[in-house]
């Protein structure tokens, strides 16, 4: 079972910008941020799945899109996300997942879900208006 570490979470008004990381203690090749508000269930944020190559695929939310931006450094075992232009609603516990699957609907990717049901104690981001 590869173990994450998430950080970087914290207060910030809205139309702020955060940075998580996510520390794995393997490499993975398909990785993902997650959240949960409270009252709502886990969703799955971005994923980005790479081909051990030069090719990373990365699937964003459609609430997210434009804002966040997924990205990995492989050699470091650390996944990140960028957080623009924050919304009241971003307000939640981010996690990081380090085996995903995306979902395809009709040809299409729809979401990401993780494999597995291990999740790491999270970073609380909290946006306020």
């Known amino acids: 079972q590869v173990q994450v570490v998430e950080s970087g979470g914290g207060l910030v008004q809205a139309g702020g910008s955060l940075r998580l990381s996510c520390t794995t203690s393997?490499?993975?090749?398909?990785m993902g941020w997650f959240r949960q508000a409270p009252g709502k269930e886990r969703e799955g944020v971005s994923c980005?799945?790479?081909?051990?190559?030069?090719?990373?695929?990365?699937y964003y939310a459609d609430s997210v899109k434009g804002r966040f931006t997924i990205s990995r450094d492989n050699a470091k075992n650390t996944l990140y996300l960028q957080m623009n232009s924050l919304k009241p609603e971003d307000t939640a516990m981010y996690y990081c997942a380090a085996d995903v699957r995306l979902t395809v609907v009709a040809g299409s990717v729809s979401g990401c879900q993780s494999t597995s049901n291990y999740w790491g104690q999270g970073t609380q981001v909290t946006v306020s208006s």
């Open positions: 980005i799945i790479w081909d051990g190559g030069s090719t990373y695929t990365a």
């Open positions: 393997g490499l993975t090749y398909a």
